[in-house]
């Protein structure tokens, strides 16, 4: 798998896509209208209130036919060179008139999808109209193209029906996902980014975790599920290959899973970006 891919998908496919549901624009219900600025306590209601702090966070309230999840912590990743992994997120921040200081999202078997973002100030700075009845409690406010928001810490940000199903979650009226409890149990504390998805190719599943260490020191760390021979042939020979290039390989099997770690200095980065993943 090339790189570069792998870097797109981490870093911008799933955070900016929601733009085009925002953008586009769409039919809106005959509603009063509120674009005025306002403190969260004003919109009524329940108000999520949940940690996201990682990965296994946002799974958790999850439905359980996801296939893929990725939590970024864009205040964190924005002090190193992980910025340069993430991008510009200050388009993200227009979303709500604030800053979006992290996001987790996923994507659902259904092709659907949602986010949920952490924000300061905790305002409500873009218009939206108010759902003529709430969801178990929640006031669902609709912006544009069928996209709605939730109200809370952190925000949620989707479809109806997705926003409703990560609501059916947090009301324990339904499960949260396990899809990824194997390889999550050698997820990366305080990683600035992950992502976990079921793969085509090269292994059952994939967990891949960014960590700025310090400002000078970077680690990625990858966890397949089933890899195939090919994929243990590929790093065995990347990691003969990674000295030589400044990367520090470790190598762990444990039996169905294989967790290869890479550490690097801040010199070092750019080619910890370009190593391949499989």
């Known amino acids: 798998m090339n790189q570069k891919v792998v870097a797109l998908f981490l870093a911008f496919?799933?955070?900016?896509?929601?733009?085009?549901?925002?953008?586009?624009?769409?039919?809106?219900?005959?509603?009063?209208?509120?674009?005025?600025?306002?403190?969260?306590?004003?919109?009524?209601?329940?108000?999520?209130?949940?940690?996201?702090?990682?990965l296994s966070d946002g799974l958790a309230i999850t439905?359980?036919?996801?296939?893929?999840?990725?939590?970024?912590?864009?205040?964190?990743?924005?002090?190193?060179?992980?910025?340069?992994?993430?991008?510009?997120?200050?388009?993200?921040?227009?979303?709500?008139?604030?800053?979006?200081?992290?996001?987790?999202?996923?994507?659902?078997?259904?092709g659907d999808r949602f986010d949920l973002h952490k924000i300061s100030p905790e305002i409500i700075n873009f218009p939206y109209y108010l759902s003529p009845e709430p969801?178990?409690?929640?006031?669902?406010?609709?912006?544009?193209?069928?996209?709605?928001?939730?109200?809370g810490n952190p925000m949620i940000m989707g479809t109806e029906n997705s926003t409703k199903?990560?609501?059916?979650?947090?009301?324990?009226?339904?499960?949260?996902?396990?899809a990824f409890d194997e390889i999550l149990k050698y997820s990366v504390d305080n990683a600035q980014l992950e992502t976990a998805a079921f793969s085509e190719t090269g292994a059952n599943q994939i967990y891949i975790a960014w960590k700025a260490e310090s400002s000078d020191n970077y680690s990625r760390t990858t966890v397949y599920l089933n890899p195939t021979q090919a994929t243990i042939g590929n790093i065995t020979e990347y990691a003969a290959e990674g000295r030589s290039k400044g990367l520090?390989?470790?190598?762990?099997?444990?039996?169905?899973?294989?967790?290869?770690?890479?550490?690097?200095?801040?010199s070092g980065f750019f080619a910890l970006v370009s190593e391949p993943v499989m």
């Open 63 to 110: 439905p359980s036919d996801v296939i893929a999840a990725q939590y970024i912590d864009i205040v964190d990743a924005e002090k190193s060179h992980l910025q340069l992994i993430v991008g510009n997120t200050s388009t993200l921040d227009t979303l709500y008139g604030a800053k979006v200081e992290t996001i987790y999202s996923a994507r659902l078997g259904n």
């Open 165 to 178: 199903g990560v609501i059916n979650v947090i009301s324990g009226d339904a499960k949260p996902s396990d």
């Open 248 to 266: 520090n390989y470790a190598v762990n099997d444990y039996g169905n899973i294989t967790e290869v770690t890479i550490t690097t200095n801040a």
């Open 135 to 151: 969801y178990k409690g929640y006031q669902l406010l609709l912006r544009s193209n069928g996209i709605y928001n939730v109200v």
């Open 13 to 54: 496919i799933m955070v900016m896509s929601i733009f085009p549901f925002l953008l586009s624009g769409g039919n809106r219900q005959n509603t009063t209208e509120t674009t005025n600025a306002q403190s969260f306590s004003n919109i009524g209601g329940k108000q999520v209130n949940v940690p996201l702090n990682s």
